[in-house]
């Protein structure tokens, strides 16, 4: 079945630097590929999503590019903030139905 | 526009016990997606409502139900509460009709079974 592999955390980096959070997937067909966001304490927030191969999601300075030739959807931001400090959710949505497949989630601790 | 809502925000039940967690859509959306999401894990989904009727289902038990009301609210009803039942239950909304495919999701509800 469909699945989603992120990079394990915790990450830790210190401000300004540069992050990458690695996300693969298996899927049937090409699906559609999300980033959400998990601030402590609050619910998940979408940050950016890509619907279709080469397609490239960007929000708050993060982006990801939708790479059918590697099934990856790897989260980059050129220089990190302390209030980027979160858990970051990779998933794909099936094309079957709705449903969203998700990451184990990465843990990002930005230090000042 | 008003976003999705959940209630409660936290609930503290004993084995063996029913709960009810309820949620509300985002304006125009029609969709209603349950997720549940253990300490340190990513969300499971448990299943999907459209136009009040089941739309797909993840693998949990008959004891975890659900409804969807005319005003495309849902609920999330569990029986016989489990220990391990203990997590954040999360809500999400989006519309097929319009096709808008990114579910937007609300606070959750932290259940905490003894």
């Known amino acids: 079945g469909d699945s989603v592999t992120q990079m394990e955390g915790p990450v830790t980096l210190s401000e300004e630097a540069f992050l990458t959070i690695n996300c693969t997937y298996t899927?049937?067909?090409?699906?559609?590929l999300f980033w959400y966001v998990q601030y402590p304490g609050e619910g998940l927030q979408l940050l950016l999503k890509?619907?279709?191969a080469d397609d490239k999601g960007s929000n708050k300075g993060f982006e990801a590019t939708y790479r059918k030739e590697t099934t990856s959807f790897h989260l980059e931001k050129g220089s990190v903030q302390v209030s980027d400090s979160a858990v970051y959710f990779c998933?794909?949505?099936?094309?079957?139905?709705?449903?969203?497949?998700w990451g184990a989630g990465t843990k990002l601790i930005i230090k000042p | 526009e008003t976003g999705v809502t959940q209630s409660p925000t936290h609930l503290i039940k004993t084995r063996g016990q029913q709960v009810t967690l309820r949620c509300s859509s985002q304006?125009?959306?029609?969709?209603v997606s349950w997720y549940q999401q253990a300490l340190g894990q990513g969300p499971q989904f448990i299943f999907q409502?459209?136009?009040?009727?089941?739309?797909g289902r993840g693998n949990f038990p008959p004891r975890f139900s659900g409804l969807q009301f005319p005003n495309y609210s849902s609920e999330l009803n569990v029986n016989a509460l489990e220990l391990d039942d203990s997590a954040l239950y999360l809500c999400?909304?989006?519309?097929?009709?319009?096709?808008?495919?990114?579910?937007?999701f609300g606070p959750g509800t932290r259940l905490l079974v003894l």
């Open positions: 998933a794909l949505r099936s094309i079957s139905n709705y449903q969203l497949i």
């Open positions: 890509a619907t279709k």
């Open positions: 999400a909304s989006s519309s097929k009709d319009l096709l808008q495919e990114t579910q937007y």
């Open positions: 409502y459209y136009r009040e009727e089941e739309n």
């Open positions: 899927a049937t067909g090409y699906p559609s």
């Open positions: 304006s125009g959306h029609n969709t």
